[in-house]
């Protein structure tokens, strides 16, 4: 049997007889990222909260590398948690914020800020060392609490919409250095996000969640070209699901409204980038949103066709 | 069971419930069981006798009506002070400025502005020495009115700053973001106060109402120095039936008491079921900083310095009485000087400074005994919601509401017999009972600011129960401990009734040893005993402070 | 929960300690009765006696601290503390022991009268009769007397030593008042030539129950007639008319017309201090010296009687029940009661107050010291004091009065 780092199984967490979590499994492999996605409200938070040890579970069992992690204290897991917003003590200065964890530790004073300089070397925090949060950019801000969080070497890192507060340049800057670095220091990451494209970007494997249940944990890949049911196609505006059967947007064309076969589908957006025009389609009859190019203009409010083509 | 491991809110709160209860419950049931002369037959017959009688009647509506009007006027001072200040006030030398005139018990506070604005007080002759009047009695007459002018007066210069140390967090806490998106929006400047500002302002603004209301209704010194022969205020007629000559009017006293002690903490207890939704939402702040603006900047110069103006004239005038010998009315300045009044003051040698000792020793024990009871209970109600929150709130505030001679009887029964009667340590822990509720208050607020996200973030870092406290909690909670030194210390010393009846002349701490002085006539004796009073919080304010500079070396701005 | 505990166990800790010893105290106390003096004497050394007393004149403090004291530690080797409280509030704590059933208290002598003394003996807070023990009470004290037999109507049956006495006088500034009026009608006609110049405290308070309680005697004709019926409201109804009528009559011509008045002696003194007001009164016929010492008053202020009388009494200590050292007690009282002790509370550099002593019994040496004693130019001859001197009444009058005022003169718009 495959070995598997994280392994939750029969999960289920019940507020206020509102059910906003039921998983009967979800298993993560050592070093990989996987992306948390969903509509709002669907328990991503509390499944993050969960291993943390923030909350408790109202059933089922937690491993972490073999280990029984259902009654551990947080502060005892070998889990760190990042939230939305950067949330570094507002008393402490960058350095002593970074070296939390190891005073926490009781690592010597010398030490712990030794190592702590290093780290901030890693992300690029040099020289910020005696500056307050309240002092330092928003993408520093990130890059210091995530220091903060590294330098303890969780087995597991948590983050919680850790983007969120940064605007789109930052964010995508952001990403790319936070995903090299993850993957060099070998962590296993659980990362929710609302922002599809970054979960595809950032996620080894992307888990799809609503209403409190898993739909599908695959490959960003996996996901768009077959997903297990209506939901996660239309939640990934990955193409149509028509007659119990899937067809990703690679399989399909954009053809003109007098045309005999395809389905009818209506203009809601375009717009021009990489040389294409880019048009976002409403498929009748079905609430599928998917986006397809071509080379000419299409205008907004005009009706086409969609036609399904062999590859 | 260490309270910092747990989560539990009932073992949070448990010490700081249990004490009250125990300090309060056979009080009252003391006091109740008194008004209906429990040791005869009980009877009502003396409520019915009160409530049928026309002066009492009065005498409750008079009571009401000036409470009232004080608490509303001190708000409304106090929030625009806020809302114009908050960034200047959030150095230190400002709010110490403005906390002044807490360090100064009411009546002396009383006393203070009567030497200013009587009719033969230093306006009035300093005006007539001018020659704008001739007379003393063309001068407004403001204290001893039937409308109660000077106590308004009074309560309102005094309960200012304390609704100013009630508001200030809340406004420390704002986000300017907030108000911007609403200007955007099209609001004008009352709009912002509503939707941004009100939310966060108005349960606070409720509970220091309740608080300074229960205050002012049932305390005795304010309106016995400044009131009228008629109407008196219900305090008033209460003490002197607790008092006075004739033992049997004892219960009547416990029965208007009780009276009103019912109204208040009835009224105290719906309003906390009823706006208990709005605080909860409030408590999920970030902790994170903003970057405050004050609303008119043009103004909070001009506001500022009105303030210090209104602190420093009466402390002045308290100064320059303390070395009068004789000042005649009508004369610009004193004709003779004295330093007699300080003589007496300090001719008492070794008693003054023993006096000094145990004030101080007490005041530290209360301090150190209300956060170590205070802290866990005001996160508790910080950060939890549980079943009988209200009714906990309601308790945990009570024993500032209640006024102390109903209490004092079975306090002191239950005292003698378990033996800390005539004791410090019976002093300290009775002193619990009129400063818990401000610590618990204080330090939940300053719980509610921080938020519960750093804990979260800490324990996941690998932080145990003390090392979130100690790192995270307990230096954010400095400005908050910093209110809660200021308070405990000002009112413990500020305590005689208690401390003379529990401490029973064992205990000899500043005010037994200097409040029979107030009886005398001469001013430069008063005068410099209220000076030198009001030095003691000062003192140990500045006690903590380098303790605390010692402790926790770093704070952020 | 372990902090509860311990608090739990301090507490029950402090419980069993202060219980334990304080069995057969009301045989013991019975024994000192039986002890003579010099055995009491003798088990007082190295103890300390505790004296509960009103605290609100430096002068009387200062007599306590510096002359009483001292004398004490050196002379019988007890220490002497002076505890500053109110008689009602010291004799609530006592109350509230006696009910709690605690027998060991902590207070040894307190210094009470009138009304406070009925309530303490009626209640049963006082320890004795012990008066009769002290040599200085039976050598100096005329004990026949009426105000030492009858304190404000109670009987002190020996529960309470007098300590001095003193008599209510009006002070005046003479600069503003070149004659000051002699009776009650004089007065009236005064106060209605000189409007807002005169004014008395709420009889709540001790002195305004004073100056009403001699329009009283005037009311009623004489003295003898309330102390004949001693208290009776029907009496006290009838005979008061005059009195309320009186007061009613000069109320519009009083300070503030009346609508309002000095709450306490403090604040007429504060008025007349201030010229608000010309005249002012009080117990203690040699009071207005210190003030003037202290430039409170004005160097002019002078002293006057009414031709009906001036209230004068006695006030006393006494041993509370539980006081955990009566011998100690005892002798302090002793010797406050010495002519020496007593000759110097009279000198208005500390006090300025009469003795309790009966002048006739003293030596030779101290008679001729009481004669040269001045007692300043604002204190009146003391034939004149004793030419116009009037006894007190029961106590419950000083209640029906104050009562009443409020209803009568407050009310009566």
Redesign the interface.
Same mark, same amino acid.
Do not use: C, D, I, T
């Given at each position: 049997m495959e070995s598997h780092f994280i392994e939750l199984s029969d999960i289920r967490k019940v507020y206020k007889d509102k059910e906003v979590l039921n998983l009967n499994q979800l298993r993560v492999r050592k070093g990989e990222i996987i992306s948390v996605v969903g509509p709002s409200g669907t328990g991503k938070s509390t499944l993050l909260r969960l291993i943390? %040890?923030?909350e408790k579970a109202d059933t089922g069992e937690i491993m972490i590398d073999g280990e029984q992690i259902t009654n551990v204290p &947080?502060?005892?897991?070998p889990?760190?948690?990042? =939230?939305q917003?950067s949330?570094l =003590? &507002? #008393?402490?200065?960058v350095l002593e914020n970074v070296a939390? %964890?190891l005073?926490?530790?009781k690592v010597s004073k010398k030490k712990r800020y030794e190592k702590s300089k290093e780290m901030m070397k890693r992300v690029g925090l040099e020289g910020l060392e005696s500056d =307050?949060p #309240?002092e330092i950019s928003g993408g520093q801000k990130q890059r210091a609490a995530l220091a903060?969080?590294l330098i303890?070497h969780p087995k597991v890192l948590?983050l919680d919409e850790p983007f969120s507060s940064l605007d789109t340049e930052l964010r995508k800057e952001t990403r790319r250095w936070i995903k090299h670095l993850l993957k060099s220091e070998n962590i296993t990451v659980l990362f929710v996000t609302h922002d599809l494209e970054e979960a595809m970007a950032l996620g080894d494997r992307v888990a799809v969640l609503n209403k409190g249940k898993l739909q599908q944990l695959d490959s960003p890949h996996v996901l768009y070209e077959s997903p297990f049911n209506p939901f996660v196609a239309s939640f990934l505006q990955g193409g149509i699901w028509t007659e119990e059967r899937f067809i990703p947007v690679s399989s399909l064309k954009l053809g003109r409204h007098d045309n005999q076969n395809g389905r009818k589908a209506e203009v809601i957006e375009t717009y021009y980038q990489d040389g294409k025009f880019h048009c976002v389609l409403s498929i009748e009859h079905s609430e599928a949103i998917i986006t397809l190019t071509t080379r000419e203009k299409v205008n907004v409010g005009e009706h086409v066709k969609v036609f399904e083509v062999e590859r | 069971m260490k309270w910092f491991r747990t989560s539990n809110p009932y073992v949070l709160m448990a010490p700081a419930v249990l004490i009250t209860i125990l300090l309060l419950g056979y009080g009252i049931v003391m006091a109740f069981l008194e008004s209906i002369k429990y040791y005869n037959q009980p009877t009502l017959s003396i409520y019915r006798e009160l409530l049928s009688d026309e002066i009492f009647i009065t005498s409750i509506l008079y009571s009401l009506r000036i409470a009232f009007i004080s608490t509303i006027i001190s708000l409304l001072i106090g929030l625009i002070l806020v809302r114009s200040l908050y960034p200047v006030l959030r150095s230190k030398f400002p709010k110490l400025i403005a906390w002044m005139p807490m360090v100064f018990p009411h009546f002396i506070w009383g006393y203070m502005l009567f030497l200013l604005f009587s009719q033969t007080g230093y306006i009035s002759s300093l005006l007539n020495g001018m020659g704008l009047h001739d007379q003393p009695n063309e001068f407004p007459n403001l204290f001893k009115d039937s409308f109660g002018i000077g106590i308004i007066i009074t309560y309102v210069w005094k309960e200012v700053p304390f609704v100013i140390l009630m508001l200030l967090p809340v406004y420390e806490q704002l986000s300017s973001p907030q108000k911007e998106l609403v200007y955007t929006l099209g609001g004008r400047r009352w709009d912002v106060f509503w939707h941004v500002e009100r939310p966060y302002v108005f349960p606070v603004m409720l509970e220091t109402f309740f608080i300074v209301f229960a205050f002012v209704v049932s305390a005795y010194e304010v309106p016995a120095l400044l009131g009228a022969t008629y109407p008196k205020m219900i305090p008033v007629i209460s003490y002197d039936w607790f008092f006075g000559s004739d033992w049997t009017k004892q219960p009547y006293a416990f029965a208007a008491m009780v009276i009103l002690t019912l109204f208040i903490v009835l009224i105290v207890f719906l309003t906390y079921l009823f706006t208990r939704k709005g605080r909860i939402h409030l408590a999920q702040s970030s902790g994170a900083f903003h970057d405050l603006q004050a609303e008119n900047r043009k103004y909070s110069r001009v506001l500022f310095f009105v303030m210090l103006g209104m602190t420093l004239l009466p402390i002045f005038i308290l100064v320059l009485t303390s070395f009068v010998q004789r000042w005649t009315y009508g004369e610009l300045l004193p004709s003779s000087l004295t330093i007699r009044g300080w003589h007496e003051m300090l001719w008492h040698g070794p008693k003054f400074i023993e006096a000094v000792y145990t004030s101080l020793g007490i005041s530290l024990l209360v301090l150190l005994l209300n956060l170590l009871i205070g802290l866990p209970a005001a996160k508790g109600l910080a950060f939890h919601i549980f079943q009988g929150k209200s009714l906990v709130e309601t308790l945990l505030l009570s024993p500032i509401l209640i006024p102390s001679i109903v209490i004092a009887l079975g306090v002191h029964l239950t005292f003698i017999k378990i033996g800390i009667a005539n004791h410090w340590t019976g002093v300290v822990i009775v002193h619990l009972l009129p400063t818990l509720p401000y610590t618990i208050k204080v330090l939940r607020a300053g719980y509610e600011r921080i938020g519960k996200r750093q804990e979260e973030i800490a324990v996941s870092l690998g932080a145990g129960a003390w090392g979130v406290f100690r790192n995270v909690y307990l230096p954010q909670l400095i400005p908050s401990i910093r209110s809660v030194v200021f308070l405990v210390t000002v009112i413990s010393l500020g305590q005689y009734f208690l401390t003379a009846l529990i401490g029973g002349g064992e205990v000899n701490t500043m005010a037994i040893l200097f409040f029979p002085y107030f009886q005398t006539t001469n001013d430069a004796v008063i005068a410099s005993f209220s000076i030198l009073f009001a030095m003691i919080p000062i003192v140990v304010w500045l006690l903590i402070e380098g303790t605390l500079r010692l402790v926790i070396p770093k704070q952020p701005r | 929960m372990k902090k509860m505990r311990m608090l739990v166990w301090v507490m029950l800790l402090l419980f069993v300690s202060a219980c334990s010893p304080s069995t057969d105290a009301a045989k013991e106390s019975k024994d000192i009765l039986k002890k003579d003096w010099r055995e009491i004497e003798e088990t007082t050394k190295n103890k300390t006696v505790r004296m509960y007393m009103w605290g609100g004149d430096t002068g009387i403090n200062r007599y306590m601290d510096e002359w009483v004291a001292p004398r004490l530690k050196k002379d019988y080797n007890i220490t002497l503390k002076r505890v500053p409280m109110d008689a009602p509030e010291f004799l609530k704590k006592l109350a509230n022991e006696k009910r709690a059933g605690k027998d060991a208290g902590n207070m040894d002598i307190i210094w009470i009268n009138g009304e406070n003394f009925k309530n303490a003996k009626d209640n049963g807070l006082l320890y004795g009769p012990f008066v009769d023990k002290m040599p200085n009470y039976k050598k100096y004290v005329d004990a026949k007397s009426l105000d030492i037999q009858y304190d404000f109507g109670t009987k002190t049956e020996g529960l309470e030593a007098p300590w001095g006495k003193v008599q209510f006088v009006y002070q005046y500034d003479e600069e503003k008042v070149p004659n000051p009026p002699q009776t009650f009608e004089e007065l009236a006609q005064w106060v209605k030539e000189n409007p807002g110049k005169f004014t008395y405290p709420d009889p709540a308070d001790f002195t305004g129950n004073a100056f009403v309680r001699q329009l009283f005697y005037e009311s009623s004709g004489n003295v003898k007639n309330i102390l004949d019926s001693g208290y009776d409201e029907d009496f006290a109804q009838k005979n008061s008319v005059k009195m309320w009528d009186y007061l009613n009559e000069i109320k519009p011509y009083l300070w503030r017309e009346g609508k309002t008045y000095p709450n306490n002696l403090t604040e007429l003194d504060r008025l007349y201090s201030k010229g608000e007001v010309y005249i002012t009164m009080g117990y203690n016929e040699a009071r207005a010296e210190k003030l003037i010492k202290q430039s409170v008053f004005p160097a002019s202020t002078r002293s006057f009687v009414m031709k009906s009388g001036s209230l004068g009494n006695a006030h006393f200590l006494a041993i509370p029940f539980n006081s955990p050292n009566k011998e100690g007690a005892m002798i302090a009282i002793n010797f406050m009661l010495s002519p020496e002790a007593q000759l110097t509370k009279l000198d208005s550099e500390f006090w300025g107050e009469n003795m309790s002593l009966d002048p006739a019994r003293l030596s030779a040496a101290d008679q001729k010291k009481l004669q040269t004693i001045k007692r300043g130019e604002s204190v009146l001859p003391a034939e004149t004091l004793k030419k116009y001197l009037q006894p007190e009444v029961d106590s419950e009058y000083v209640a029906w009065l104050k009562e009443n005022w409020v209803n009568e003169v407050v009310q009566n718009k």
């Open positions: 943390a %040890g923030l &947080p502060q005892q897991r889990v760190v948690y990042m =939230f917003e949330l =003590f &507002p #008393h402490m200065n939390f %964890g005073k926490m530790a =307050f #309240h903060r969080s303890v948590l | - | -």
